[in-house]
């Protein structure tokens, strides 16, 4: 017969279809009587026994092998052998190129459609994986981040910190909380940690206590996008104050009216639009001078210079009145609680928050498609060691020679897997 399995060792001997399968029935090929492990006497032939591994699948099918293998008894001390066969995972019941293959693609399909194409068992594929997850956690770093972000993401019901590497777009790290018993003993271990300079991130305060000690270099800048969404709840706060002075059928309209129409910026409305303000202005004057005090923090993020956004602030709230819009007060003091942290803003390099809200958004839309039915730790795995996202996020730079090598050249830098890559793929189905 046709050697259809070339594997050493065996030879198949027939082929049939089973239920859902293909079966290849072989045998082993035997060579001379082997000596006993234990005492070195000849060994005898002591009958057989057929066992049923997986295989790759052929035609699309999964492949069952029906092995047979002499057993061998030895005649001084009664040991019982039978032949090793070295291209068998005796552990998971299949051959090892069914386990590679398994391991090649675990990451990147579902585990029930891997199930499907294999004949192995769900919980056989979830096995491999997570053998694989952590042989990945063992041989995998990637490059530390000059430019850190850090923020939460609600994955497999509960928030996880992520870590990125903001002036290249990718994912460095994910943890399973954010709290501070997760988050300092991270960064007290991170490897070269002194190349951190800066690090954004929100007003949530475990997260500055945690890496401030640690990282020696690095200075904290308050993301933009979170200060200035508070200005933006505050107006909806003062909408919806309004709103409980109408009926029911004022409020829908309100809603659906008004809602989208203050919270865009000035320059973004269209013609119909900015009418569509001047009446409120006309109508809700409380509603429109709300929408005045939102815009005016909003520009106070336009200003290129530091020292005249400062005083842009301070002109800001010494407007306030001293009676009414309490959020915007509040929002007063928040900034106040951060002050340093907010204006470093103008010292931090250019587009920073925004590339955390770029990176932030990446993420939130891969979670929202892989959020459902994995554990944590197979999104996180799904996330941190998606190939071709991680080839994307790679770079190359000058290897200068070393006391070790006169040779120099250019190496392979790993940063993590690229965020709009992986929002692609999620998007494609690839992390389902």
């Known amino acids: 017969m046709f050697d259809l399995l070339n594997l050493p060792g065996v030879k198949p001997m027939d082929l049939r279809m089973g239920h859902k399968a293909i079966v290849v029935i072989a045998e082993v090929i035997e060579g001379d009587l082997p000596q006993c492990p234990d005492c070195a006497k000849p060994m005898y032939r002591h009958g057989r026994r057929t066992n049923t591994f997986a295989d790759t699948p052929m035609q699309m099918q999964p492949v069952r092998l029906e092995i047979t293998r002499p057993r061998y008894r030895c005649s001084a001390c009664g040991k019982m052998d039978t032949p ?22 675990c990451l990147g399909m579902t585990f029930h459609a891997l199930a499907d194409q294999t004949g192995l068992a769900v919980n056989t ?8 997850i952590e042989d990945l956690e063992r041989t995998v770093h990637y490059e530390t981040p000059v430019i850190m972000g850090i923020d939460e993401v609600n994955l497999a019901g509960d928030y996880r910190c992520v870590i990125t590497n903001l002036a290249t777009n990718n994912v460095f790290q994910m943890l399973e909380f954010r709290t501070q018993e997760h988050l300092k003993p991270f960064f007290k271990n991170l490897h070269d940690r002194e190349k951190v300079e800066w690090v954004c991130t929100d007003m949530w305060r475990p997260f500055k206590r945690s890496f401030r000690q640690y990282l020696p270099n690095a200075r904290l800048v308050i993301d933009k996008f979170h200060v200035v969404k508070m200005a933006s709840e505050a107006l909806e706060e003062e909408r919806k104050k309004y709103q409980l002075t109408l009926t029911k059928d004022e409020r829908l309209h309100v809603k659906k009216s008004i809602r989208w129409l203050t919270l865009k910026r000035p320059a973004t409305l269209t013609s119909a639009e900015r009418t569509a303000l001047e009446v409120v202005r006309q109508t809700i004057p409380a509603l429109a001078e709300a929408y005045d005090f939102k815009e005016a923090f909003y520009q106070i993020y336009d200003d290129q210079d530091k020292v005249s956004a400062m005083r842009a602030f301070e002109a800001w709230e010494n407007s306030l009145p001293s009676t009414g819009l309490d959020m915007f007060r509040s929002l007063t003091k928040t900034v106040h609680n951060h002050y340093e942290d907010i204006f470093a803003y103008w010292d931090a390099p250019s ?32 996330t941190l060691y998606a190939k071709h996202a991680r080839k994307v996020g790679s770079g190359v730079r000058l290897a200068f020679p070393s006391s070790a090598s006169r040779r120099g050249g250019a190496e392979t830098v790993e940063y993590g897997p690229h965020i709009p890559t992986l ?3 999620a998007e494609e189905g690839g992390l389902d």
Do not use: P
């Open 423 to 425: 929002v692609e793929i």
């Open 84 to 105: 090793d066969l070295l291209f068998l995972d005796e552990r998971r019941r299949a051959t090892k190129r069914l386990v590679d293959a398994v391991r090649e693609r």
């Open 125 to 132: 594929i979830k096995n491999i994986a997570h053998d694989l």
């Open 351 to 382: 587009r920073i928050t925004n590339a955390y809200t770029e990176c932030l958004n990446g993420l939130i839309k891969v979670s929202n498609r892989m959020g459902r039915g994995y554990s944590y730790e197979i999104i996180r795995a799904k």
